[in-house]
T-cell receptor, first 111, second 115 residues
Framework: GEDVEQSLFLSVREGDSSVINCTYTDSSSTYLYWYKQEPGAGLQLLTY?????DMKQDQRLTVLLNKKDKHLSLRIADTQTGDSAIYFCAERHYRDDKIIFGKGTRLHILP | DVKVTQSSRYLVKRTGEKVFLECVQDMDHENMFWYRQDPGLGLRLIYFSYDVKMKEKGDIPEGYSVSREKKERFSLILESASTNQTSMYLC??????????????FGPGTRLLVL
């Protein structure tokens, strides 16, 4: 199948690290993406990783890719209230260039 | 910066009405997409277009049609709105496929309520 799987909900205390996990199915995926959707808004591209990398860091964001297990994660360091959003994982297939989205993980920040 | 705009943020329509959702992008992208987003179901692709006057059905095209008369504009049409079409509608665009990290860029969404 073409499923991209991620848990639907994550609750984290302000200041802690958040780790959002995603599994995908297509081993030939070229790029993997993380999008952020704030309440009432569209999806905003947060970061991406090329499939021949295993890690990418961008300020508070760290993306880890385990190609063998087809597992992608997004770590947000020092989680803040502004990080409260839905985070979508997406993969881009090599064969047909389709982008497949997960159902999104809602990140809830506890005070 | 890529800009994708949608004509309305919120719409309320009655069952049976014809509804037009408009999307415009300013980056000369070839590809444009319409998704609907529902709680617990994620994004579902309704239709996409890879060129002017070209369209392809996505995963859930029933009850919808689209129009792409100009490259920058992609319209989603609900010929006769029904209550099960109450949803958030997201438009996206992307450049023609090739190498690179290019992905889809999204508009802010239109929240449609059908009464």
């Amino acid at each position: 199948g073409e499923d991209v799987e991620q848990s639907l909900f994550l609750s984290v205390r302000e200041g802690d690290s958040s780790v959002i996990n995603c599994t995908y199915t297509d081993s030939s995926s070229t790029y993997l993406y993380w999008y952020k959707q704030e309440p009432g808004a569209g999806l905003q591209l947060l970061t991406y990783i090329f499939s021949n990398m295993d890690m990418k860091q961008d300020q508070r964001l760290t993306v880890l890719l385990n190609k063998k297990d087809k597992h992608l994660s997004l770590r947000i360091a020092d989680t803040q209230t502004g990080d409260s959003a839905i985070y979508f994982c997406a993969e881009r297939h090599y064969r047909d260039d389709k982008i497949i989205f997960g159902k999104g993980t809602r990140l809830h920040i506890l005070p | 910066d890529v800009k994708v705009t949608q004509s309305s943020r919120y719409l309320v329509k009655r069952t049976g009405e014809k509804v037009f959702l408009e999307c415009v992008q300013d980056m000369d992208h070839e590809n444009m997409f319409w998704y609907r987003q529902d709680p617990g179901l994620g994004l579902r692709l309704i239709y996409f277009s890879y060129d002017v006057k070209m369209k392809e059905k996505g995963d859930i095209p029933e009850g919808y049609s689209v129009s792409r008369e100009k490259k920058e504009r992609f319209s989603l049409i609900l010929e006769s709105a029904s209550t099960n079409q109450t949803s958030m509608y997201l438009c996206a665009s992307s450049p023609q496929t090739g190498f690179g990290q290019e992905t889809q860029y999204f508009g802010p969404g239109t929240r449609l309520l059908v009464l």
